[in-house]
């Protein structure tokens, strides 16, 4: 058995902040010092990818056809044929290391047609372990210690992928009515699932995003949170940072930041403490 740590972030509506947070929790890891595979599924615009500057670079393989195998192959029919014949490279074609510690497997355009591909398998265990079976054979060999997947903001055969391969569910929240809602929606869902298919997937780590707790309502909120979700709420909320939307524009983390404001560093924190507490829940128990 392998002990690499998987965690999936999801949410079924855009702009919480999955992205921003697979980002900020992947570096604070890797400060922490785990070795941290990223994985993106969240759609072929390549957040994640942008979000480390490494989009550009990627996108220039995908138009020039050397983007192969990618995330997308990996849900083949014939990805078992595909990764025999590549043999060792099989891993390396597919992964880009970043210039703040995490390796990313990028979004690919294929992600666009893989959720109603995903639709035409009958069985419905094997439409929904695809993820699950390349992860445990083809990435659990190479001993990261933590994989984290970023999600389409939707529930459709990708996202269900996600969450079957990880079975931790990471919830960037928001201050709001809508979210409070989502995030029931969320718990209730998980709950189906495992009463469908004898599957426990875990609502692990709910994060309270983009606070602003100038706000009296965003204090509410933050303890309804608490109080709703005592076993899964991170230890700390992060702020709202415009630091976090500058750096995000410019492929970066707020960790990349040479002069962070100090909500960026308020953020950087709880980043770093979010991360701990995952590794402890997900049950890891060393550092590197
Ligand atoms: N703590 C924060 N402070 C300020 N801006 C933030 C914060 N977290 C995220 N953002 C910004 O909010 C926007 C949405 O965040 P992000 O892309 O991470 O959400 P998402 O849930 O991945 O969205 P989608 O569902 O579209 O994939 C981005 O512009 C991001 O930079
Ligand atoms: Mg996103």
Redo the contacts with the bound molecule.
């Keep these: 058995m392998s002990d690499t740590l998987r965690a999936a972030a999801f949410?079924d509506?855009?702009?919480?902040?999955?992205?921003?947070?697979v980002a900020h929790l992947g570096v604070a890891l890797e400060e922490l010092g785990h070795e941290v595979l990223l994985v993106d599924l969240?759609?072929k615009q390549g957040?994640l990818a942008k979000h480390f500057g490494v989009w550009g670079d990627y996108q220039a393989r995908i138009e020039a056809d050397e983007a192969w195998p990618n995330i997308s192959t990996v849900f083949d029919d014939a990805w078992g044929t595909i990764a025999e014949k590549l043999g060792d490279d099989t891993l390396a074609d597919l992964v880009v290391p970043t210039a703040e510690g995490p390796d990313l497997i990028p979004a690919h355009p294929g992600l666009d047609t893989l959720d109603a591909e995903l639709g035409n398998i009958d069985d419905a265990r094997e439409r929904y372990s695809r993820l699950e079976q390349f992860l445990d054979e083809y990435v659990d060999p190479l001993g990261y210690d933590v994989v984290l997947v970023?999600l389409?903001?939707m529930t459709n055969n990708v996202a269900y992928n996600g969450l079957w391969a990880a079975r931790h569910v990471i919830t960037?929240v928001e201050m709001g009515p809508f979210e409070a809602e989502q995030a029931d929606a969320l718990r209730r869902d998980l709950g189906k699932i495992a009463d469908n298919f004898a599957v426990d997937i875990e609502l692990t780590l709910v994060l309270p995003?983009?606070v602003d707790t100038r706000t009296n309502l965003a204090e509410e909120y933050l303890d309804a949170f608490e109080s709703e979700y005592p076993d899964a709420i991170a230890p700390d909320y992060?702020?709202?940072?415009?630091d976090?939307?500058n750096a995000?524009e410019h492929g970066q983390t707020a960790f990349a930041l040479q002069e962070p404001s100090t909500t960026a560093r308020r953020?950087r924190e709880a980043y770093l403490d979010a991360a701990e507490t995952l590794v402890s829940r997900l049950g890891g128990d060393h550092g590197g």
């Design positions: 949410l509506k855009g702009g919480t902040g999955k992205t921003t947070t969240a759609g957040d970023d389409p903001g960037p995003n983009k992060v702020p709202y940072s415009q976090i939307r995000a953020a």
